[in-house]
Nanobody
Framework: QVPLVESGGGSVQAGGSLRLSCVATGSPSSRDCMAWFRQVPGKAREGIAS????????VYHASVKGRFTISQNSAKNIVYLQMDKLKAEDTAMYYC???????????????????WGRGTQVTVSP
């Protein structure tokens, strides 16, 4: 298990920005793919962005493409999610996830990821 700890959530007005961070500890080989998911009560958890830790390749959900940016630090133990032009519909609990398979980065689905953080709440007011 690779502990993941998210931070950076909060409340912001529509049009504003937030940056989420996910700090990972443990073996880097256990997190070849890192991703951000979000979930609204009563709805399924959805993958919104992923990054291949080795190549740096990224994938985005259509709903956030052009507004959110996923990145990692040089040590590859922190993953960021820069969220700009936030909308009320971005309100959700945001989770960081990791998996040792790079393949899961191509189409991040919750069932494919083995390690999860506890989440950080993002609330966007209209």
């Amino acid at each position: 298990q690779v502990p993941l700890v998210e931070s950076g959530g909060g409340s912001v007005q529509a049009g504003g920005s937030l940056r989420l961070s996910c700090v990972a500890t443990g073996s880097p080989s256990s997190r070849d793919c890192m991703a951000w998911f979000r979930q609204v009560p009563g709805k399924a958890r959805e993958g919104i962005a992923s990054i291949d830790a080795d190549s740096g390749s990224t994938v985005y959900h259509a709903s956030v493409k052009g507004r959110f940016t996923i990145s990692q630090n040089s040590a590859k133990n922190i993953v960021y999610l820069q969220m700009d032009k936030l909308k009320a519909e971005d309100t959700a609990m945001y989770y960081c996830a990791a998996d040792k398979s790079r393949l899961v980065c191509m189409a991040p689905a919750p069932s494919l990821f083995t390690t999860w953080g506890r989440g950080t709440q993002v609330t966007v007011s209209p």
